[in-house]
């Protein structure tokens, strides 16, 4: 059989054209599409995926169903902007220099994420990813503090939390700009997801990020009248089932512009439910928003990436600050070398559906105050007083704890507390039975490790050696 040379070179110049218009198309493909979807306030047990009974979420179930659902993933603070700091950047709270929450005021006018300080945002932009966040930022209102400072090419949202006793906590911004004043509660979510569909749509033929972080179901509990009543888990009820119902709409659309096995889906809440406040639910854990208890600091937590991710329920314990080095150890971006960085990457577990935990020894801040050191199953809460605690949970009188049995402690947790006190977390999730008395060699070793820590990243009173000082002194006070 002969070969007709200018044919072959024709269809070579034919198939030479289809390829080069084809592979950068390819080649952007090649990298997944990367979206966090960061619930506000919501507690470990108000999903019904987490055992809620009165509360139904369809949508985020069919995330855990198609996912990864975890037992035992951790946030780095229980409060909303040392979280959300954390989970930018991998780095905890105080080696980042955001222990505590922001407030408008004179004292918190320079205190933002500072610019040195590299995000999940900034790794992905290098690696030309359109990258965008949506919602509450709550990490900093001058210049040089807001997302587009930190690798967010666009912004769309409030800068902190909703309230209507203060103007400039209803504006919302596009990028530096305030595009509406006034904004009303319940517009907000239904804007969001529009916002994201769009940004979707707009860069489904290129790899992107969208953070995308609610303000639900943080108050004020104001619910779109067409969800009011859906629940039979009263207002609050009807509140998360309002943010399921958006989380559907979002994971539809990328279902619509067939993205689903290119797109990885990452569901979290930034702290466990305000127990003080409207209620919520931490299921099986004792404590909530503001304190070092389980229920702060673990919360429901979701990552699906169809085809690639495994899917099923996993107990491994994990943390928020594992994001960083895993999204880019799954894109290809560099993780800063300059830095400790305290994620570690779990893109083998999530492969997987199994593993062991990458962390040694976590550790649980109270604003600037160490409160508690784990290891495995072992967890042990250092002694604190009235004085040491941030004054979100302050209070006039703070009881110190004697007995045994934490069953029925305040909802600020433990305030003050004389001694430390031991639990096995593999036997008592719910932190309610103290076993010091049983294990003093495990309680030795988390005493060492407490003194060691606070040395690197300091404590009420200490400054560590890599310690971010925020610009203000007196971290614990609002004031």
């Known amino acids: 059989m002969k070969f007709n040379p200018k044919i072959i070179f024709k269809w070579s110049l034919v198939f030479l054209s289809l390829f080069g218009i084809q592979m950068p198309k390819l080649l952007a493909q090649e990298k997944p599409n990367v979206i966090i979807l960061f619930a506000d306030d919501l507690g470990y047990g108000d999903l ?39 989970l930018l950047t991998g780095r905890y709270p105080m080696r980042n220099g955001f222990p505590v929450a922001q407030h408008l005021g004179e004292k ?17 932009l290098e690696q030309k990813y359109a990258t965008m966040a949506i919602g509450k930022w709550h990490l900093g ?19 902190s939390n909703w309230h209507d006793g203060d103007p400039k906590l209803m504006q919302l911004y596009k990028n530096r700009e305030v595009v509406q004043e006034n904004v009303p509660y319940e517009a907000l979510i239904k ?6 569909i769009d940004f979707i749509e707009t860069n489904k033929e290129n790899p992107f990020f969208l953070y995308l972080a609610y303000n639900s179901v943080h108050s004020p509990i104001i619910v779109n009248k067409e969800f009011i009543g859906t629940s039979k888990g009263s207002l609050y009820g009807d509140y998360v089932q309002e943010l399921d119902y958006f989380v559907g709409e979002l994971t539809s659309a990328l279902s619509d512009n067939k993205l689903d096995e290119n797109t990885i889906v990452i569901f979290l809440s930034d702290n466990g439910p305000a127990l003080c406040h409207f209620g919520g639910s931490a ?59 305290d994620g570690k990457d779990i893109s083998a577990i999530l492969k ?10 976590v550790y649980y801040y109270n604003g600037a105050n160490l409160q508690a050191v784990r290891k495995d199953k072992w967890k042990l809460h250092l002694p604190r007083t009235l004085e040491d605690q941030p004054f979100w949970s302050k209070k006039m009188i703070g009881k110190s704890f ?5 069953k029925n402690i305040s909802c600020k947790g433990l305030e003050v507390l004389t001694r430390p006190l031991l639990f096995n977390l ?42 971010r000082i925020p610009p203000f002194k007196n971290i614990q006070e609002k004031n």
């Open 108 to 124: 918190h006018k320079n205190y933002g994420l500072h610019q040195d300080e590299i995000t999940i945002a900034d790794i992905l």
């Open 426 to 467: 593999e036997k008592d999730m719910g932190e309610l039975t103290d076993i010091s008395h049983k294990h003093p060699e495990i309680v030795k070793e988390l005493l060492v490790e407490a003194e060691r820590i606070r040395k690197e990243l300091g404590d009420v009173d200490i400054v560590g050696t890599d310690q």
């Open 191 to 196: 804007n969001y997801t529009r916002q994201a």
């Open 352 to 361: 997987e559906g199994k593993g062991t935990s990458p962390h040694e020894y």
């Open 402 to 406: 004697k007995g045994k049995n934490l």
């Open 48 to 86: 019904s995926c987490y055992g809620a009974q009165d509360v139904q979420t369809p949508n985020i179930d069919a995330l855990a169903s198609e996912g990864l659902r975890f037992t035992d993933f951790q946030v780095a603070s229980s409060v909303c902007s040392p979280s959300r700091a954390a």
């Open 283 to 341: 299921g099986p854990l004792n404590g909530g928003k503001y304190t070092t208890m389980e229920g702060g600091f673990r919360i429901p937590a979701i990552v699906k990436w169809k085809g690639e991710f495994a899917a099923g329920v996993n107990d491994t314990f994990l943390s928020s600050m594992d994001l960083l080095p895993t999204i880019a150890s799954l894109t290809g971006a560099k993780i800063p070398n300059d830095r400790v960085i």
């Open 141 to 159: 209102f001058e210049k040089g503090m807001q997302p587009v400072d930190h690798g967010f090419q666009d912004f769309y949202g409030l800068q």
